[in-house]
């Protein structure tokens, strides 16, 4: 889909930006004898940003760690009602990141940090929109996932990837 694309090299950005700004840093620090004093404030932001986009596209993807040996045991109905339950799990930590990480941005916004004088609520804003994004996500897997298993079709595709192994 094209906001994975966008999520991926948006990411791609933020990495080779945080990797570039520590990369300066550390030259500053150790070669020419001097410290940048934004570069922990800026890190600080890209990894921030960093965590939490790229925590939802890896739900996107699927790509978190999972054992579902078990589950693959489980009779059709089962497997389907887990499939519900997890989604409504995830969708309410989803909801629990955006309410909170909400308040939190409003809570924070009027503090500044210290060197580069910028609200903090920059920081905290990745919360919210990686908890909204989370909760759309799995709200739309509940529902194309309880489609498919009207069908008699199981929820998820279930694709062999690189990482997955049969025992």
């Given at each position: 889909m094209i906001i994975n694309k966008i999520l991926e090299a948006m990411i791609a950005a933020l990495l080779v930006a945080a990797v570039g700004v520590a990369?300066?840093?550390?030259?500053?620090?150790?070669?020419?004898?001097?410290?940048?004093?934004?570069?922990?404030?800026?890190?600080?932001?890209?990894?921030?940003?960093?965590?939490?986009?790229?925590?939802?596209?890896?739900?996107?993807?699927?790509?978190?760690?999972?054992?579902?040996?078990?589950?693959?045991?489980?009779?059709?109905?089962?497997?389907?009602?887990?499939?519900?339950?997890?989604?409504a799990v995830i969708a309410t930590i989803g909801w629990i990141m955006a309410w909170h990480g909400g308040r939190q941005v409003l809570r924070f916004a009027d503090q500044t940090t210290n060197v580069l004088?910028?609200?903090?609520?920059?920081?905290?804003?990745?919360?919210?929109?990686?908890?909204?994004?989370?909760?759309?996500?799995?709200?739309w897997n509940a529902v194309r996932g309880l489609l498919r298993l009207t069908r008699g079709q199981e929820p998820v595709d279930s694709a062999p990837d690189a990482l997955s192994a049969e025992i």
């Open positions: 990369f300066v840093a550390v030259i500053y620090r150790y070669v020419l004898d001097s410290a940048l004093s934004w570069s922990f404030e800026v890190s600080l932001a890209l990894l921030t940003y960093i965590t939490f986009l790229g925590g939802y596209l890896a739900l996107r993807r699927n790509a978190h760690l999972k054992v579902d040996l078990l589950v693959r045991r489980l009779p059709f109905w089962a497997r389907g009602v887990l499939f519900l339950f997890n989604q004088e910028i609200s903090t609520a920059w920081y905290y804003i990745a919360i919210p929109i990686a908890g909204g994004l989370i909760c759309l996500d799995a709200l």
